[in-house]
């Protein structure tokens, strides 16, 4: 039997055969900012069919990572529960941009399909576009005449094989307007009897669809009007997981008796293995699956589980090793969510300890060979899966304390915004809060939990604008300021293009600048213009919405004619100290992926004149051993002095080892910035040293965790690192001078003056400790009653903290039982109070502690037993007691 690595390989041999570039699949992490993860095979192709950058090639093949676990592609709640929804899964593809069409690509699919992998073509159906009224463009009479022409050439009947979809089946659009087609659906009737020509497109298992493809031809306008494109284009996806399950489940196609099912192949019969082997073989995996997902027998709740966390194994591993780590917001959330599912699902089988991390190894043991990664980020991955999952072993808790509690406040009926708030915040699934409401005879308030999703919804549907495509007309120019500024910081002749004021600021465009816009974390330049012999200094630079370069001049030249020779100088110096501190945010980032793993991705960063910012993902505080290692590799980088290379290459050409940014969009050409001799090069638009040895010396200044999976590095640079040291020194050798010994004997010298300040501290104490004592004892002597009760006050000179006080308290009690006590101490701006009851005579320090409060202004607190407080400075503290004594 076939297994999904040999299927892999097959379908790239098909294509290459016919043409195809074998393409990788992109990372898990989307280039696009709108997506919360890589979720289709096309998504590093939307620049070539916008027009964006110029494809590389005419044909292409890949198998994709893909994750749909949020936003508008959702499959998370379906797992389990079904055979074939996952959260990841391989999407195998073809795409052709402007080479063929419609019939190459329908014929090389079905030519893989039945004559490669012998899929039995009686079995075979496949649905075209009919628009229903209203519906976008016109029926796809091409594909149809294909497909007729295969099936009767096959001896099959091409009416029982080709059947009709509408918009929602067989239309594809990008967005509400752009690139837009119908497309052509390959379904399999895995029926016993192979009659299910019927359930085709009815979202029957015993009917799947293998494979689609699309045909772009259409570009979709804001009128609600469809247009032909410039370039017609072919994208397919077949996912792997349903045709390995197709395969394994039919026995390769000699069985069909058996109900389909992905999670039969060989991706996740080693993990059920695993999983039944943890649970010392209680728990079979047997494939049953539920009528009704309220009424689940034990075995189907048992087969649902095993599902989840297979599924959800398989997603954490591959996102986790692309760099995606648990965290509150945006993809880390889901990420979150869908660990915590998974661990749910597990305890349900009675997986215990780091479950999850023992079967990632399986996983990664099952997929490196494709994806190499896997194996190199395999330690990473199993360290922030047991963090995590001690992490929400605490949360679970916490999720069960304020369901309990919520069961203790509100009787029979759990209101649907805690269950809503144990589902959202906690991970909590609402059938096992049901279960431990059931528990207490309580039932959940589920109409309330479905308004409050349903509120939710609507809030991420109104902070979601609708998103406009646009394909780009490859004629249009733009007249744009030209950069001169890597190669000169001036002075530029150049001429005054515009003005313009705004926000009380005066700006100017010129035709060429060697000043660089505020761009990728790099702050503007500064610098000067020389205008009909007059200098006006040029404070930021910045880059407009619309790419103009804008120069923020500090005076109005609004006068000044367009046209007007300009001379345009940048501020060396400080365009150096940006420089050094934008290559040390390059090596900082390349030492950081050695030392920590490559699961180290940028996310953010800000490159300034004096410092650097570099945000980065990572899962933990990193250890001052480990940061000791980053700043040693990398000053040992400088000190090498390796030349720093910056070249422009088309995108695809660049080199294989060049790391992108996260959410950034790369034009046709590309910036490299290379150190020759070194593995390490980036994609980067800034300005950098010529060589390493430039910036001097690097210092890590502080390192910090500012979101959940993401920390930050502060360092400072080039001049700003030498001056820093030498401010360091000279307060070090100023702290020597005043303590009277050698720089070098400062510290030691520090640390004994420290350790006699804290023996006088003690030795204090311990004179204040035996002078209240005396004192105690004088108190003790003038005690009175008042109201049949036995008190003790008194006021000491030395000022005791609380815990002093308090111990007073207790030696009063224990040689005199019944005694009431209130002891005061005068600090430097008020005055600190305790007063102490005898336990079991049915009065209380908290309430008389309230009336002390009243008379003296003061405020504070405790029990029955003992209580505190301050108040400011007490003129006549006998006559405040008498008051108090009066009062009680």
């Known amino acids: 039997m076939k297994t999904t690595e040999e299927l892999r390989r097959e379908f790239f041999e098909y294509f290459s055969e016919h043409g195809h570039r074998i393409v990788p699949s992109e990372s898990l992490l989307p280039a696009s900012p709108n997506l919360l993860f890589t979720n289709a095979g096309m998504n590093q192709f939307v620049p070539y069919f916008l027009n964006e950058i110029p494809s590389p090639f005419a044909r292409a093949a890949d198998s994709q990572k893909c994750i749909r676990a949020g936003g508008k592609h959702n499959d998370l709640d379906d797992v389990g529960y079904d055979t074939y929804h996952h959260t990841f899964f391989e999407m195998l593809g073809n795409w052709s941009f402007g080479d063929y069409f419609k019939r190459e690509a329908i014929s090389m699919a079905w030519d893989l399909l039945v004559n490669r992998w ?4 009686e079995r075979l159906h496949a649905t075209v576009y009919r628009p229903e009224i209203g519906a976008p463009s016109e029926e796809d009479r091409e594909a149809y005449g294909i497909w007729a022409e295969i099936f009767t050439s096959e001896g099959l009947t091409a009416g029982r094989h080709i059947h009709f979809g509408n918009a929602r089946d067989n239309f594809w659009m990008m967005g509400q307007t752009g690139p837009c087609g119908p497309c052509t659906e390959i379904h399999m009737d895995l029926t016993s009897a192979g009659t299910g020509e019927n359930l085709v497109n009815t979202g029957s298992p015993r009917c799947m669809e293998l494979w689609n493809l699309v045909f772009i031809q259409y570009n979709a306008l804001d009128d609600g009007s469809f247009v032909p494109l410039a370039a017609r284009y072919v994208d397919t996806g077949m996912g792997l997981e349903r045709i390995a399950g197709v395969i394994a489940s039919t026995e390769e196609f000699y069985d069909f008796s058996k109900n389909p099912s992905n999670y039969d192949s060989d991706l996740f019969v080693p993990l059920f293995a695993n999983m039944e082997k943890m649970t010392g073989r209680k728990v079979i995996y047997g494939g049953t699956v539920p009528a009704d997902r309220k009424k689940l027998s034990a075995q189907e709740m048992a087969d649902c589980s095993f599902r989840v966390v297979a599924d959800h194994v398989r997603a ?5 090793g692309d760099g995606i780590l648990p965290s509150n917001e945006g993809r880390g959330y889901v990420l979150r969510r869908i660990l915590r599912r998974a661990i749910l699902f597990g305890k349900r ?6 479950f999850l991390a023992t079967l990632s190894k399986t996983c990664v043991e099952r997929m490196a060979s494709a994806y190499p990664s896997l194996k190199t980020n395999a330690e990473t991955i199993g360290k922030v899966l047991l963090r995590e999952q001690e992490t929400f072993a605490q949360t679970l808790q916490r999720g069960l304390q304020l369901l309990q509690k919520a069961i203790q406040e509100h009787g029979a009926i759990v209101p649907g915004n805690v269950v809503f708030e144990l589902y959202d915040t906690y991970g909590f699934p609402v059938d096992l809060a049901e279960l431990v409401a059931a528990e207490s005879s309580c039932t959940l308030d589920k109409k309330g939990f479905e308004r409050c999703m349903v509120a939710q919804r609507q809030r991420a549907r109104a902070a979601k604008q609708a998103e406009k495509i646009v394909v780009k007309n490859l004629d249009d120019a733009t ?25 009380g600021k005066s700006w100017a465009v010129f035709a060429e600048t060697p000043f660089y816009a505020e761009k990728g974390g790099q702050i503007g330049d500064s610098g000067c213009a020389h205008i009909a012999d007059q200098i006006y200094a040029i404070a930021d630079t910045q880059l407009s919405s619309d790419g103009t370069l804008l120069h923020e001049m500090s005076d109005a030249i609004g006068a000044i004619p367009h046209g007007t020779k300009v001379f345009l100088s940048v501020d060396e110096p400080r365009r150096q100290r940006i420089c050094c501190h934008h290559t040390a945010a390059h090596i900082l980032q390349a030492v950081l992926r050695e030392v920590l793993g490559a699961h180290v991705k940028q996310m953010g960063s800000l490159v300034g004149e004096n410092s650097l910012r570099f945000d980065f993902s990572h899962f933990e505080k990193l250890s001052m051993e480990q940061l000791d290692k980053v700043e040693d590799r990398a000053n040992e980088i400088v000190c090498k002095n390796f030349t720093v290379c910056t070249t422009e290459v088309p995108f695809a050409h660049r080199p294989a080892h060049c790391l992108a940014h996260f959410g950034e969009r790369y034009g046709e050409l590309v910036r490299v910035v290379e150190f020759v001799g070194t593995r390490m090069a980036e994609l ?6 010529r060589a390493t040895g430039e910036i001097g010396m690097i210092k890590i200044l502080s390192e910090q965790g500012i979101a959940a999976g993401t920390r930050r590095i502060e360092a400072v640079a080039g001049v700003g690192a030498q001056r820093l040291f030498r401010q360091m020194f000279r307060s070090q050798c100023e702290c020597a001078q005043q303590l009277h010994c050698p720089v070098d004997a400062f510290m030691n010298t520090l640390s004994k003056l420290q350790n006699q300040k804290h023996q006088l501290e003690k030795q204090i104490k311990a004179m204040a400790k035996t002078q209240s004592q005396r004192q105690l004892a004088t108190f003790l002597e003038k005690s009175v009653q008042v109201g049949g009760r036995h008190w003790v006050m008194g006021c000491f000179d030395a000022s005791l903290d609380n815990g002093m006080l308090r111990s007073l308290s207790k030696e009063v009690l224990s040689h005199s039982p019944r005694m009431h006590v209130l002891l005061l101490t005068k600090e430097e701006t008020d005055v600190a109070y305790v007063l102490s009851c005898p336990p079991g005579d049915g009065t209380s320090a908290r309430k008389f502690i309230e009336t002390w409060n009243a008379i003296v202004g003061g405020s504070g607190g405790g029990n029955d037993a003992v209580a505190c407080g301050k108040c400011p400075p007490i003129k006549d503290i006998p006559d405040a007691f008498r008051k108090f004594c009066v009062e009680i």
């Open 118 to 121: 012998k899929f039995p073509k």
């Open 349 to 354: 089988l009675g997986l215990e300890g780091n």
């Open 479 to 503: 007249a744009q300021t030209v950069f001169v500024g890597y190669t000169t910081t001036g002075p530029v002749e150049t001429c005054l293009v515009k003005t313009m004021s705004k926000d």
């Open 316 to 320: 954490l591993t591959f996102a986790i």
């Open 684 to 689: 980067c638009g800034g300005t950098h040293v």
